[in-house]
């Protein structure tokens, strides 16, 4: 079984700040990660993912992940913020064999004051 | 590009009520998935779809539910008999073939039972 933890429920952020939101997950067997982000009444959006290969992922708006395996952590992060960003931002591992089943953290609520 | 697309965005239903709810996945994919995300919960893996039969399904989707391909467009989620339990906001989503290919998700439907 799965599971992950992201640390923090709020994140409030200065706009043109840099921002981490933490991530932790435990599994018994090999997993992919994800990060997704969910704008105001919309669905999740993939913003990257981790596969294999180099452990710092770059993906959409300038967001990047670190994968940590011995610290069992994927990280996002970004150097500077915008209002636009303003989120909510879901960390998600799933199995590498099977349905491709994802679990979910609590989700991190990333607020961008001006 | 093309999206998933779920109806209604929101659905109010009486307790015991039957309720259907509707996902359009994107055309050249193959598998298909419902989550759900009760308010201030995390978001949760029902069930999953492919080749015209659910591959597999959490504890969450007991004989309550069910789902359907009916044709060559649509996947349905139907709760035969709604408690109030089963308020939350429910995704569709779906992905091409590759145990690498993500998901992609709806903007979900609200489902409030009263």
């Known amino acids: 079984a799965q599971s992950v933890t992201q640390l923090d429920s709020q994140v409030p952020v200065f706009e043109e700040a840099p921002v981490e939101l933490r991530c932790n997950y435990s599994s018994s067997v090999s997993v992919y990660l994800f990060w997704y982000v969910q704008y105001p009444n919309q669905g999740l959006q993939l913003l990257l993912k981790?596969?294999?290969?180099?452990?710092l992922v770059k993906g959409i708006n300038g967001f990047e992940a670190e994968f940590n395996k011995s610290q069992t952590s994927f990280h996002l992060r970004k150097p500077s913020v915008h209002i636009s960003d303003t989120a909510e931002y879901f960390c998600a591992v799933s199995p590498r064999q099977g349905a491709q089943k994802l679990v979910f953290g609590q989700g991190t609520r990333l607020t961008i004051n001006p | 590009e093309p999206e998933v697309t779920q109806t209604p965005s929101h659905q109010v239903t009486q307790m015991g009520q039957e309720v259907i709810l509707r996902c359009v996945p994107i055309?050249?994919?193959?598998?298909f998935y419902w989550y759900r995300q009760i308010l201030g919960q995390k978001v949760e893996f029902l069930v999953s779809f492919y080749n015209n039969e659910i591959s597999e399904k959490s504890e969450i989707f007991d004989d309550q539910f069910s789902v359907e391909r009916p044709d060559g467009s649509n996947f349905t989620l139907k709760i035969r008999s709604t408690k109030l339990e089963d308020s939350a906001m429910y995704f569709c989503?779906?992905?091409?073939?590759?145990?690498?290919?993500?998901?992609?998700f709806g903007n979900g439907t609200r489902l409030t039972v009263t």
């Open positions: 055309s050249n994919h193959l598998y």
């Open positions: 989503a779906s992905r091409v073939a590759g145990y690498n290919s993500p998901l992609h």
């Open positions: 981790y596969l294999s290969g180099s452990t």
